[in-house]
């Protein structure tokens, strides 16, 4: 029998190294300054991937509930072959438990997901799920356990709740929702990420206000704001280093934003509300979506929504455009600004297969250096994308140009990857360091790379290796 599995196979110990360094908390009802980015995991190889968001609701019949925003990508499960069809089977175990840990929730779903034989194995389809389930007010944490049954592997994923008493005097903000719709014709499904592609029709934030206190008004105001970001390809590893006060160590300015759209609610009753706010046609960018809910006499209370808006078919690479653009790494200056200034798609994408077999000079080795090259730039897409596409990162330069390291040293806020060069006698390390590591407003990693004029010979050999085709052999 076949099987059939992802094809993204990067170093397991970086993968959970990131995964271990990645920081995200969420906002508490009292704004602690902390950004809500949505689910910070990242993919391991061989464990299927799931993403759990929660959010509280009170219904008009004053019912309280947990509601489960859960994503699976399909393309980290185990295919097989069963009656012209790849099927998967996975288990999820969900459990929503008290502050004292005792189970309010213990649910178990067998889930049989199936597609064409002919589907490509790096196709990005996720399956969304939505569960709703009448819980008690209080802290609560949802936990959802996925297992592939085919090859046995599990994921856990865990988030915090709170829920409020609809019968208290508390005035309240339920955490944000987020929702996204590719067609017109389209449900909206849970963004619960912080990344989301320009291929969507439109998005939506949805929370719920409860005012216990109806004598009192509660004043609602939601903001859209864009930041100023760093959005730039990475620089030569023998560059110069990047000052400290630069946006690209900085990578988001958050003190530099545009206001897009500001909306303010009276609330003259009691009871709770939810309300809605929608948008569409947002370009390329980093953006807040942010509620403060103001009552007299109390303290204010936010939520924030951090997020993304990347490149079309994010982290997929398939445009012309998205296959030009990471060529920056192997082309030099004017090269590259003469492939970028090609607006037709099909001349874009001939000067792009040009640049490929101008170079190597042999079709069928010419492919399948072409496929390495762009499975590295979307590897790199699924473990490093921060504020920008993680192929525009210091460490997805490395890990495209290089490959996974061989090993990697980490401390607080650095790391340190090695590989093995030229005659294999000696293992060269290649030092990052994160300059905002342990700043609990700034939400992301940015490593950076510590550049040397020492690295010139290095990455110009690297380069040469992938444009006459001997990578194929450096990579064995």
């Known amino acids: 029998m076949n099987t059939h599995t992802a094809s993204y196979h990067p170093l397991l110990a970086l993968s959970a190294l990131l995964s271990a360094l990645l920081f995200m908390s969420a906002c508490s009802s009292s704004y602690s300054g902390k950004a809500e980015i949505g689910s910070d995991e990242i993919v391991v190889p061989g464990q299927p991937f799931i993403t759990l968001n929660v959010s509280s609701n009170i219904t008009e019949d004053q019912q309280t509930q947990a509601i489960l925003f859960i994503s699976i990508e399909e393309g980290s499960l185990i295919y097989k072959n069963q009656q012209d069809s790849l099927v998967s089977r996975i288990e999820l175990q969900v459990e929503i438990l008290s502050e004292k840990g005792t189970p309010h929730v213990s649910d178990l779903y067998q889930l049989l997901l199936g597609k ?67 067609t017109t014709t389209d449900p909206f499904v849970a963004v619960n990420g912080y990344n989301i592609n320009m291929g969507y029709d439109s998005l939506k934030f949805s929370f719920q206000v409860v005012n216990g206190n109806p004598e009192d008004p509660v004043e609602v105001e939601s903001r859209l704001m864009q930041f100023e970001a760093d959005l ?18 900085k990578g988001i300015d958050y003190t530099k934003f545009e206001v897009l759209q500001s909306t303010k609610r009276i609330l003259n009753t009691g009871g709770s509300v ?26 204010t209370l936010y939520e924030v929504r951090d997020f993304a808006v990347k490149s079309p078919n994010y982290p997929q690479i398939k445009s012309p455009v998205e296959l030009a653009r990471p060529l920056y790494y192997l082309m030099n200056e004017k090269e590259y600004q003469k492939l970028l200034s090609i607006t037709d798609p099909d001349s874009l994408k001939k000067a792009v297969d040009n640049f490929w077999l101008s170079n190597i000079k042999n079709a069928p080795k010419a492919r399948e250096i072409i496929k390495m090259y762009y499975e590295r730039v979307e590897q790199a897409n699924q473990q490093f994308s921060n504020f920008k596409e ?36 000696e293992n060269q390390g290649i030092y990052f360091e994160d300059p905002r590591f342990g700043n609990n407003k700034f939400p992301f990693h940015n490593f950076q790379l510590d550049r040397s004029s020492d690295f010139f010979g290095l990455q110009y050999r690297q380069i040469q290796s992938w444009k006459d085709g001997s990578i194929i052999y450096l990579s064995q």
């Open 116 to 182: 064409s034989p002919d589907s490509k194995y790096y196709d990005q389809n996720t399956t969304y799920r939505r569960i709703t389930y009448n819980v008690p007010p209080g802290d609560h944490t949802a936990k959802i356990t996925i297992t592939d049954l085919h090859s046995g592997q599990t994921t856990t994923r865990q988030r915090e709740l709170s829920i409020t008493d609809p019968d208290s005097d508390e005035t309240a903000l339920s955490q944000i929702r987020f929702f996204k719709k590719t």
């Open 390 to 425: 993680g192929w525009k990162t210091d460490p997805g330069m490395i890990f495209i140009l290089f490959g996974p390291p061989l090993y990697v040293d980490e401390g607080f806020g650095e790391m340190t990857w090695f590989y093995e060069f030229d005659t294999g006698t």
């Open 232 to 249: 730039q390809p990475a620089r030569s590893m023998a560059g110069r280093q990047h000052r400290r006060s630069s946006l690209v160590s």
């Open 274 to 299: 939810t309300i809605e706010n929608a948008f569409q046609d947002l370009p390329r960018g980093n953006y807040r979506f942010e509620v403060s809910a103001n009552q007299d006499g109390e303290k």
